[in-house]
């Protein structure tokens, strides 16, 4: 099943190894413990009486494993739900995720501001890589199973780049909030990936249309990615939120927006599905929806009661996206969307960008009280009204969409190279052309018990 | 395979969204940030002195997170054994505890006292609802395959508003202690479960009793959400007990009880199991019984020594129970009780209730010094002695069986009805009633390489 | 395909009751809960101006629940890769771990010094006693398919036992550090496993050979352990270190050497891999070595860079050693090490242990200020020199894998002897002959689909 063109013998070594090779010079050169990892440095703060118990890994570690488990395992199934392409979802999700959260500690830490001339790094710039990561895996799921891995680590190289300037843009420059990032990683990774997926269209890829769908296996393997997705959300919107109060209501509120979005996917489900019968890719995808799109106001005071209207939007516009624009996008603007990242990332981060515009627009000093400070520091501080930071909201959500999709555009370019390997229009959704499969369970005995009766008479003979 | 009866395109959207509306204006209306999530109240208690690290977020979360991998993950894949029902088990209980969870956060709010006319909702409320859910998804072990979603739903709004008003009686009325809910959670979702399936009890089951047993990787699946639930349960049990002492103690005495519960569990299993083999179904289920039998003992001084005896008494008789009692109840009392979860959470269950009472009746001052005042405030105080909260305990059991067999009762009359959607007895434990499934993995290579010399010669013709 | 031999109705209950039964007992004459979980202990702290939340439980916990995950599902899940051990994998794993860790508690209690004839028991010798069962399951790894759980158990209490002494000799007596255990638990537990099995060599192992090997999705199984091994090894090597900077770097040096482990092992595979493609027992293996590897020096000033060099180093042995190594291995020093623990944990462990030497003894004041008390107490205090301490680490490098030869040469001897139903060659590798095994999914509807001409007529007929 593998080709010349294919074979990853010489292209998958040079490509981790010369990338590794360049990450662990940079890091040699410019990254260091910060002050809350570096044994003289964190004593030094202990002699002015901190405590260790003071350190910020006990308030940050365990939403970082959280986000941690969402990262791998949670992107990593979700997307086993092809038959013959679960080794590749979760192996190549191992594989770009692990390169892409070392890559992300530089560019991150380029952009927002070294130490002279050093990049510090300890429990944050952790959270914020995987963050920067789960970016990168949201646009793999766009062209999954049309891709090399090749293709794959030098998209991660871009997306990182442009993501960690992207970032920079909206937090640094433009002053707007995004703990949960529907604007900097959803919104980002869905237009960026389905930019580079438009590009990259094949329009014989009906030629492994048979491969690109589930069995009953795959599907229960891709809700492991689902549950874990689903039930770890509120820890990932309020990883790296305030301390206090702003991460207890930042999780409190994605579980409001999720429970909500689980109840509208199901019911919607039923409503759109062929003979009134649920569809896995409706409670696999949509119901994640509500956790996106409380990306951005997940922190702001935007009561439970807001949370689950959001929750319950997103759900089923999650769900009639699959329904009835993953067709359109396909047919007319000819994205093949494999893992259907614009209804799960891409319209639910829109609709999370603007409830995140409109919730601070509508910021009082009378609900907040000093908790603004932590909230928004530039209405607290009274260098903006409420109502411009709104707009600024609006407009990251504008240069997000501009930078993804420019970035994407030109990504797909590079990566139509010939030179990378990716798989030929009739053995797309296919392990075998990246992997060494096992044999198949049974499949000895198969052939000696089912067997036509000249084949028995040649073995009893 | 599917009918107009069965047939959820109106069924489910109707009960989904009317439940979800009802549950949005109820939070609209009711639901308020806790003095913890709010920004402005929390920040007040920053100006007396507070610090954002004593928010209790830092001291419950990570427990939260843990209860909710049980509820999904744990519950939701250990019910995955049965062959052609992984996609209902996972995804019926991804529906039913994201509808619980909401539900018991008002019912709850409702009886445990409001603020002021609102319910204050915080990491607490969250596990409490979390907990509740529990409750709900024991009963749904039962009745497992053999009802429609929407009658799960229906169970699930008044077994939820009757676990809450079971659990005001207990907890505040009687003045009893149960953290990890042997009483109002085992106790009260199994023997509320046990009655539902004895009203639906099914005399021609037998049709689909080919389907009702697992193949090699269902049990496989099965094995995650039980080793989930074993890992788990000393946050499960400690999730809510006082700061301190209290939650580190509860969590080490049900880590004991499960590492000898497994040991009784697997002893016993290959005593009574065929052939002297090891049956799954042990296993999955009375290796977790030692969770459930100290969550009313685990938060009191019941020792590491006390812990082990009653997780091996309850390893053993939930294995007994699968061997002797199970068919018994089937054929006898009629009731089928899918999971065996008179075994796992019933029989356990009661035990834990009684080992409760005598640990509570045994208290002393010299043993808990001032560790009383949390344990045990009344005896603490002097209103009542050790002995009488053991009478206490003893009352709550009595109570909670009642309440639920009388709930459960009347709730299997309410799912009688013939409006939901049931499965026939023909198709009961079978996902394709209400899915949509895939096709088989190779089933298409099967057709064109495993074929008759008749079929073969046509095709080289 | 059982026999009496191997028929565990008698000696798999006998050895679990009796095991249980000894523990329970010495449980209740020597175990007694610690100052941190006593209610009345803990009181008289808080009496003394202790808070609750000053309580070990909250900087632990989530570190044990992590490594609790690693113990029962990463073990246990990454052996179920075989295509008919499944339920071995994970139950075995199961039965071993819960017995291991409450031998494991006593055992480290005895030799880790007792207060007033009595063990405490709290978080910390709950972390250590999985640590001490994670070493037991390394060895399980080596001898995965050929043993009884019989065996297993008996292998468990002499390795526990040993274990105990290694760790004292190591950490009390020659005043090694070795928190992520690269030596005590990787190294012991590889060279242990790889002895038993040399002793316990199968000549005719070729006979079960079919069955030693993966299908599809027994590798997605497999990986399922493997993410989360990797996933929590930062918590793993970060467990029982100091509180503040201490855990906190150890985290993150295990975080940036899995992340270049990864890339290494990736590159290495397609390199070394049949025809260019990616091999799964590499990438479910290898790409974890790098957590081992810097289990000694992780919580030193390793730095990230330097954290990387040994990460890269340690995927790079690891895939080399399965492709060139373990073929030797078995072959000419006839070791048949099934899941290649050599690979994963023998040599990683051991340039774990050599790292760690080094860095310790190039440690300065300059670069660990006062921090140098938490990590090298006795340079701190100027009884030994840095160089001296390096000394120490190697000497305990050699200790280890001098009891873990010999002791792992007797226990072998022990489990020859032909009492323990240890399974004939001609059945390695297989569940059925310890479980109940359920039917095969749609063999109903196979013989009645897929049949011969001769049998179609005579069903028609």
Redesign the interface.
């Known amino acids: 099943m ?1 080709n010349s063109a294919t ?11 010369i ?2 090779v360049i ?2 010079i940079l ?2 050169a410019l ?3 910060d002050d ?9 703060e ?2 002015n009486g901190s405590s ?8 940050r ?2 939403s970082f ?2 986000v ?2 969402m990262i ?2 949670g992107f ?2 979700l997307m ?1 739900f092809l ?2 392409y ?2 590749s979802s ?2 190549f999700n ?2 770009i995720a ?2 892409a ?2 890559w992300a500690t530089l560019m991150q830490g380029f952009v927002h501001g070294m130490h002279g001339g050093k990049i510090h ?3 944050e710039s ?1 959270i914020n890589a995987d963050f920067c990561t789960g970016s990168v895996l949201i646009s793999f799921g766009a062209v999954l199973g049309k891709t090399s ?1 090749v293709q794959l680590l030098v998209m991660s190289v871009i997306e990182v780049t442009l993501f960690a300037v992207n970032e920079f843009i909206v937090l640094s420059v433009l002053g707007a909030k995004d703990a949960g990032g529907s604007m900097t990683i959803h919104t980002f990774g869905a237009y960026f990936g389905l930019m580079v997926a438009r590009v990259l269209y094949r329009p014989n890829l009906d030629k492994s249309k ?1 491969k690109n ?9 891709a ?2 990615g689902t ?2 997705l ?3 959300w509120p ?1 990932f919107n309020s990883a790296v939120t ?8 930042t ?2 509120n994605t ?2 927006s ?3 979005c ?3 996917t ?3 489900s ?2 759109v ?8 890719v409706h ?1 696999q995808n949509a ?1 994640l929806a509500g956790g996106v799109a409380v990306g951005t106001a997940g922190e702001m ?1 935007l ?3 807001g949370s ?2 959001v929750g ?1 939007l997103a759900g089923t516009i999650s769900v009639l996206g699959f329904k009835f624009l993953s067709p359109i996008l396909e047919e007319k603007l000819k994205i093949q969307d494999t893992c259907g990242v614009h209804n799960l990332h891409g319209m639910p981060g829109v609709l999370g960008a603007i409830v995140g515009a409109v919730t601070a627009a509508l910021a009082t000093k ?7 400070a ?2 928004f520091p530039d209405i607290h501080s009274g260098d903006v009204e409420a109502s411009f930071q709104g707009v600024r909201q609006a407009i990251s959500l504008a240069v997000t969409l501009g930078i993804a999709l420019l970035g994407g555009l030109i990504t797909g370019f590079i990566l139509k190279l010939p030179i990378y390997g990716a798989p030929p229009d009739t053995i797309c959704f296919e392990d075998g ?10 499949s ?1 005995e ?1 052939l000696t018990t ?5 084949e028995a008479e040649k073995l009893n003979a």
Chains 1, 2, 3 share one sequence.
């Open positions: 593998a074979n990853l013998r010489l292209k998958l070594p040079i490509a981790c190894i990338l590794e990450i662990i890091f040699g990254v260091q413990y809350e990892t570096d044994a003289k440095l964190w004593h030094k202990i002699a260790n118990y003071d350190n910020d890994f006990y308030y570690y365990p494993q959280d941690h488990v791998f395992i990593g199934f086993t038959q013959r679960g080794f979760v192996g191992f594989l692990a390169f959260l070392q790094v300890g429990i952790m891995p048979h769908c589930s069995v009953y296996h795959s599907d229960l393997f809700m492991i549950i874990y689903w039930m770890f820890s305030a301390h206090g109060d702003d991460q207890h209501r999780a409190m579980y409001y999720l429970a909500a689980t109840l509208a199901y019911g919607l039923a409503v599905a062929h003979d009134g019968k649920l569809d896995m409670i119901a005071m009561t439970p009661f689950m209207i319950f009378d609900v907040y009280g000093d908790g603004m932590d909230v052309i990246y992997w060494e499969l096992p044999g198949e369970e049974g000895h198969e089912v067997r036509t009766p000249d």
